[in-house]
T-cell receptor
Framework: EAGVAQSPRYKIIEKRQSVAFWCNPISGHATLYWYQQILGQGPKLLIQFQNNGVVDDSQLPKDRFSAERLKGVDSTLKIQPAKLEDSAVYLC?????????????FGPGTRLTVL | AQRVTQPEKLLSVFKGAPVELKCNYSYSGSPELFWYVQYSRQRLQLLLRHISRESIKGFTADLNKGETSFHLKKPFAQEEDSAMYYCALSGPYTDKLIFGTGTRLQVFP
């Protein structure tokens, strides 16, 4: 089966600019996650969707980050305006139904550099 | 607070040597524990999980609730084991993963 797809793979922007990332989960997976991985750290969950509803966005900086999954399939994560500290790899993952026993499958990530 | 600690950033061993990647956690309750691995130029992927009590690619991990540890072990390291390893936990009623900072394993020939 096809894995989780993400685009773009790399993005370089200047601070205060806007950027958007796209994710297409594994077909049929109801749960979608966005993680932020800063260099030298482990991934940190930003937001979790169950179909098109938000389950957890407690660590999403809502003043500048937004995410949507309108049709319960693919998702976009947006940063507006970007700050230097947003430089990181943004990982998208999906799982079948979000149960603890389900495996999360990760995409290749988008590496964002903010200058 | 829920936390995963991996004290070693880098672990270097020679092929055939035993490997132990350390993971300690803090969690109020009974967490589910996982090891994820990222090989060079590949995606982050699940290696093994505590609840399955499985051995994958020769790796095992035992949950020690008294020491709040979930160390990853392999008796004889192979060069292809070289990768970044992340320990992670989730709660019994939520699949939200909390990751450690990772340990890079280098296996020299």
């Amino acid at each position: 089966e096809a894995g989780v797809a993400q685009s773009p793979r790399y993005k370089i922007i200047e601070k205060r600019q806007s950027v958007a990332f796209w994710c297409n989960p594994i077909s049929g997976h109801a749960t979608l996650y966005w993680y932020q991985q800063i260099l030298g750290q482990g991934p940190k969950l930003l937001i979790q969707f169950q179909n098109n509803g938000v389950v957890d966005d407690s660590q999403l900086p809502k003043d500048r980050f937004s995410a949507e999954r309108l049709k319960g399939v693919d998702s976009t994560l947006k940063i507006q305006p970007a700050k230097l500290e947003d430089s990181a790899v943004y990982l998208c993952a999906s799982s079948n139904s979000g149960r603890v026993t389900d495996t999360q499958y990760f995409g290749p990530g988008t590496r964002l550099t903010v200058l | 607070a829920q936390r995963v600690t991996q004290p070693e950033k880098l672990l270097s061993v020679f092929k055939g040597a035993p490997v132990e990647l350390k993971c300690n956690y803090s969690y109020s309750g009974s967490p589910e524990l996982f090891w994820y691995v990222q090989y060079s130029r590949q995606r982050l992927q699940l290696l093994l999980r505590h609840i399955s009590r499985e051995s994958i690619k020769g790796f095992t991990a035992d949950l020690n609730k008294g020491e709040t540890s979930f160390h990853l072990k392999k008796p004889f390291a192979q060069e292809e084991d070289s990768a970044m390893y992340y320990c992670a936990l989730s709660g019994p009623y939520t699949d939200k993963l909390i990751f450690g900072t990772g340990t890079r394993l280098q296996v020299f020939p």
